[in-house]
């Protein structure tokens, strides 16, 4: 059974942090329906869908994914790097016991969990404007103990590693190479985006099928060539947020 925590859209959405986009005016009821459409895509999946509860006067609340890394083992109830969010993480704290012995990252370093891609028993930790040295240590010496090391992963250009790289198969990962060096991930097969869309490196797989926005056909024609089963969703108002398919939850199994 998978677990798919979520958060509702705050009505001041259009208030969110943004660091490579220009402000363009959001639609929050599109959104809030582009939000839906995405639980139920999740919900048709398997996916038991739990809301955690509103944050109105969080802009970015529904982005759940920055606020705990949840591992098979272990969550870790993360710290984000914008001060705006930190009012996110009270109501994750509180839910995440009921799945997993659930940890805390204490300051004053921070995390984004949009940064943090778990493959196997290596944690890849963007440096991003949001994850600092400080939070990257801390949740080292928080997973050490159990069986993880913590790799960090130069970006550029995008909010987070996950803007970057993504997992898309058993032994595979979609990367846009302009953002963050392949290198690290030398031992995984890879399909890059298209060069004409820089943002289509984020997709989330669930089972054996991937959500994946519908703004990136070229990239999702590569993925379908190597073999990827895609569902298209419209994201459009959450990407003017600087928000994508994995960011809008905390997918585990139960
Ligand atoms: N608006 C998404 C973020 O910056 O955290």
Same mark, same amino acid.
């Given at each position: ?11 001041? +959405? ?12 959001? &639609? ?25 509860? !509103?944050? !109105?006067?969080?802009? &970015? ?17 993360? #710290?984000? $790097?914008?001060?705006?969010? #930190? ?6 704290? /509180?839910?995440? !016991? ?13 995390? &984004? ?6 493959? $196997? ?19 080292? #010496? ?19 590693? /996950? ?26 097969? #890879?399909?890059?985006?298209? !060069? ?10 669930? $089972? ?22 895609? +569902?298209?969703? &419209? ?7 600087? $928000? ?11």
């Amino acid at each position: 059974m998978w677990i798919a925590l979520t958060r509702e859209v705050s009505p001041t +959405l259009g208030a969110c942090e943004l660091t490579h986009l220009a402000r363009d005016p959001i &639609d929050v009821a599109r959104a809030r329906r582009q939000h839906v459409a995405y639980e139920e895509a999740l919900g048709s999946l398997g996916c038991e869908v739990n809301r955690l509860p !509103p944050l !109105p006067d969080h802009p &970015d609340a529904v982005f759940v994914e920055d606020t705990a890394l949840v591992l098979p083992e272990v969550a870790v109830v993360l #710290r984000p $790097g914008a001060a705006s969010r #930190r009012g996110e993480t009270a109501s994750v704290a /509180k839910a995440l !016991p009921a799945w997993r012995p659930t940890l805390a990252l204490e300051g004053p370093g921070s995390v &984004d969990g949009g940064d943090l891609l778990a493959l $196997g028993k290596t944690v890849y930790v963007g440096r991003s404007g949001r994850s600092d040295e400080a939070g990257a240590e801390e949740l080292r #010496r928080q997973l050490v103990p159990w069986g993880y090391r913590v790799e960090r992963v130069a970006l550029s250009g995008c909010l987070h590693l /996950k803007s970057a790289v993504t997992r898309v198969g058993p032994e595979t990962l979609l990367l846009n190479p302009a953002w963050v060096d392949p290198a690290p991930f030398a031992s995984w097969q #890879r399909i890059e985006v298209a !060069p004409e869309e820089p943002h289509a490196a984020n997709a989330l797989r669930v $089972g054996e099928l991937l959500l994946y926005p519908e703004a990136y056909p070229a990239t999702r024609r590569r993925l379908e060539a190597a073999g990827c089963r895609v +569902l298209p969703l &419209d994201l459009s108002e959450l990407a003017k947020a600087e $928000g994508a398919v994995t960011c809008c939850s905390l997918l585990f199994e139960a």
